[in-house]
């Protein structure tokens, strides 16, 4: 069965520093990885995925993430945080080959409080 | 720009109601997911479907069950609701083809008193 964690309930970070939000997953094969964010009293919205190819992937809002097939991680970085990157922010994972009807499991999410 | 809506932001209910949580889509998306979410328990999968009168169970059924009568429209229903079904519902649409992401409704607030 596939899973992911997120091992961090929350991140605090000081504005302009580098924010790191931490994935970590289980599939039998090879995955497909996603991250989302979620503004208060909002739906998610999608930042970015992996599927195949290079390794670093960049995405919206000045955000990155690097797949680790070696570690099984997908961390979620970006160099310099705004105080308006205070979201909470889900990791996903999907195996292509076992995942029926396109499910994706979700990490519990890890809310990141930026300071000004 | 992909929009899906939920018909209610916030519905308060009473234990032993059905309850009718309605879902639609603008963009032809073949797949349309149900989640709740809980606090430190992210996002699970209560059903899916894979297009029009399609159905599967996701994660957490149990209590809940599903209508896709229409390709943008996919209904939630709590037969007869419970307080631990007091919760963030989130319904998300996505094309078929492989990798492409989900997105997601604003949510609907339930609480089942």
């Known amino acids: 069965a596939q899973s992911v964690a997120q091992p961090e309930d929350q991140v605090n970070v000081a504005e302009g520093n580098p924010l790191t939000v931490k994935c970590t997953y289980s599939v039998s094969g090879n995955p497909y990885l996603f991250w989302y964010v979620q503004y208060p009293n909002r739906g998610l919205q999608f930042l970015l995925k992996?599927?195949?190819?290079?390794?670093l992937v960049k995405g919206s809002y000045g955000f990155e993430a690097e797949f680790n097939k070696s570690q099984t991680s997908f961390h979620l970085k970006k160099p310099s945080a705004l105080v308006s990157d205070s979201a909470l922010y889900f990791c996903a994972v999907r195996d292509p080959i076992k995942a029926a009807g396109n499910k994706l499991t979700f990490g519990g999410g890890t809310r990141v409080l930026v300071k000004p | 720009d992909v929009k899906v809506t939920q018909s209610s932001r916030y519905l308060v209910k009473r234990t032993g109601e059905k309850v009718f949580l309605e879902c639609v889509q603008d963009m032809d998306h073949e797949n349309m997911f149900w989640y709740r979410q809980d606090p430190g328990l992210g996002l699970r999968l209560i059903y899916f479907?894979?297009?029009?009168?399609?159905?599967e169970k996701g994660d957490i059924p149990e209590g809940y069950s599903v209508s896709r009568e229409k390709k943008e429209r996919f209904s939630l229903i709590l037969e007869s609701a419970s307080t631990n079904q007091t919760s963030m519902y989130l319904c998300?649409?996505?094309?078929?083809?492989?990798?492409?992401?989900?997105?997601f409704g604003p949510g609907t607030r339930l609480t089942v008193l």
């Open positions: 992996y599927i195949t190819g290079d390794n």
């Open positions: 479907s894979y297009d029009v009168k399609m159905k």
């Open positions: 998300a649409s996505r094309l078929r083809l492989a990798g492409n992401e989900q997105f």
